[in-house]
């Protein structure tokens, strides 16, 4: 419970502080542009994944996969029960075609990018309880740039405008790169291109992997 | 010192109970209009097109207001009695329809200085809805006759 309120604590705020800066905004443009802000946030920083997993079976190249919530956008990765990348693309967003067939049924996880659903029904929008305390301020300035480039209305303000869509993008970038460093500081998060690699145990190396891999 | 217990909302603007209805509406315009001893010179049914006609004006003006009519097309509600039936407008720009509802039964009056109110109300509404300060209320009194001036 406790939990909910901070979250709705964080909606209250991000909406009171845009209201501020907004004078004349209705609630329902806020929330429309919120609903863009939120998409293009996590369509270029990518930093909303789901680990999916699913059973690869015998002679079938196609699997449709369920989120918990969200929708998905892309596919990041599939890997095996080793943590081995498979070949596997999404030429249909929410199904997972690989490139060969397998000979044996083996469980698989499927990494999707995901974003925001249901505009004008679902608010505050579903999305995971950690983005917002995390990220709210470049929401905030995404939603604030948005609403300014709209014409003709009594908060209007093209180069202001201009300058929070550049805090905006900036945003974006960092929340990229703290996803693609998977929230470290510092740390390594380079390794061989699982794609390359052998799954034979030639020169006695192990290729069954305990850890899961780094994104 | 003790007052009465305020409405304070709980993340719902649907529960603000200031205009809530069309008979809210109807009742302050009227209020504003001195218009409160029946029989009214402005009958509920002019009051009735006056407010449906601001709403279709608030649609045209601030279409993001409706947009959550959208298994409708955003379609605008249209009142066909004075009742408790709920008004879907949000709070901050419930005023700006009760100053659309005013102008446009002003409209029909024929006198200069009641066209200079109705014009004046009219352009209460647009600026309400479009979130820009509000203009004077002009026209108050006649102008008198032709002794007078």
Sequence with gaps: MARKNEFNAYWGKLLGQAKVGLMGASTTQLKVQLFDVLHEFFDQSCCWTELINFTAIPDTLDYPLKTTQGRILRLEAVLNQHNHQEQAIMPDIGTVHFLYPFTQQQPMTAIVIKTVTDPLVCYPPNIPDWILPKHHQVLLHGLLGQMMMIPAQSYSNPQLAQFYMQKFNDGITGAYVASVKTNTVGAQTWMFPQSHRSSSQRGGISTYNVHPSPR | ?149
């Design chain 2, 1 to 149: 010192m003790a007052t009465t217990p305020s409405y304070h909302g709980n993340f719902s603007d649907q529960d603000q109970p200031t205009y809530n209805t069309v008979a809210d509406y109807i009742a302050d315009a009227r209020t504003i209009l001195q218009d409160l001893v029946p029989d009214y010179r402005y009958d509920d049914p002019s009051m009735l097109a006056a407010l449906n006609a601001a709403m279709l004006e608030a649609r045209r003006i601030k279409p993001e207001l409706f947009v959550y009519n959208w298994e409708v097309e955003g379609q605008v509600q249209a009142f066909k009695a004075v009742d408790e039936t709920y008004v879907d407008i949000e709070p901050q720009f419930r005023l700006a329809i009760v100053h659309g509802l005013i102008g446009h039964a002003l409209e029909r009056d024929q006198e200069d200085y009641q066209d200079q109110r109705a014009t004046a109300f009219l352009a209460m509404f647009t600026q309400g809805l479009v979130g820009k300060a509000l203009g004077a209320v002009v026209g108050g009194s006649p102008p008198k006759g032709k002794g007078g001036a």
